[in-house]
């Protein structure tokens, strides 16, 4: 990968010198490619499905904001990220436990959580000039629900020519196998594909591979597309 400079702290994107970008780019979808919008506008949209009316002012919204690490702690065993069914039952369960949700409002929020990402913050213009240059793109995700349709949405859903989701191809992050997938996937060796996310657990898996990864909180990926984009 390319040897960059700067730190970004005068808020401009910090600029790579060195070695060329990239061939190809991976990218993690939750809290990377695609953020969450707001606890607030989840429980609205979930409302209209709830037919005892709208769900009361006092759903806890940090249990909705924690679940899935309220999960892991619940369910240590569930392997969600592989299983569809495992996965809705974990969300259910965690919002519904100790009765903090009732179980038809942590259904309905199950339902709608897909429209509840956005994307974040810079993805949209280093897609584009991404594609723009050929550059091979990816995504891969530990999930258990289909993203197609939100990059659908998008109009994004062209721009990538892998993705590759844990419950399909059932192995998870950080397993070096799924990045070997990817990388297989987009024709690329490991060493020139750069991997971006946000977890330094998950997402540096492919280091193995010898796979360059950038780690970088979901609010700061904009510096990573800064970095990642063609010149
Ligand atoms: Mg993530």
């Not at 005068?10 to 707001?38: C, E, I, K, M, W």
Request: hydrophobic content about 45%; charged content about 20%; glycine content about 8%.
């Amino acid at each position: 990968m390319s040897e960059y400079s700067g730190d970004g702290a005068s808020g401009q994107p910090v600029r790579a010198t060195g070695r060329p970008r990239p061939s190809a780019v991976l990218l993690d979808f939750h809290n990377t490619l695609a953020v969450v919008r707001s606890v607030d506008e989840w429980i609205d949209e979930a409302s209209d499905l709830v037919a005892t009316g709208p769900v009361s002012v006092t759903i806890p919204r940090e249990r909705i904001r924690n679940v899935w690490g309220d999960a892991r702690r619940l369910f240590p065993a569930l392997d969600w990220d592989l299983d569809p069914t495992a996965h809705r039952h974990a969300f259910v369960s965690t919002l519904s436990h100790d009765d903090a949700i009732p179980i038809d409002v942590a259904e309905a929020l199950y339902a709608v959580m897909p429209n509840q990402w956005m994307l974040n913050a810079g993805a949209s213009d280093f897609i584009a000039r991404a594609s723009a240059a050929g550059a091979r793109l990816g995504i891969v995700s530990n999930i258990a629900l289909d993203i197609r349709p939100a990059l659908e949405r998008w109009g994004i859903a062209t721009a990538f020519d892998a993705v590759i989701l844990s419950y399909e191809v059932g192995c998870v992050k950080p397993d070096p196998r799924i990045f070997r997938l990817a990388a297989d996937a987009l024709g690329v060796d490991p060493a020139d594909c750069l991997m971006i996310g946000d977890s330094a657990h998950d997402d540096v898996g492919g280091a193995a591979l010898g796979m360059p990864c950038l780690i970088v909180p979901p609010e700061g990926t904009w510096r990573a597309f800064a970095l990642a984009s063609p010149s």
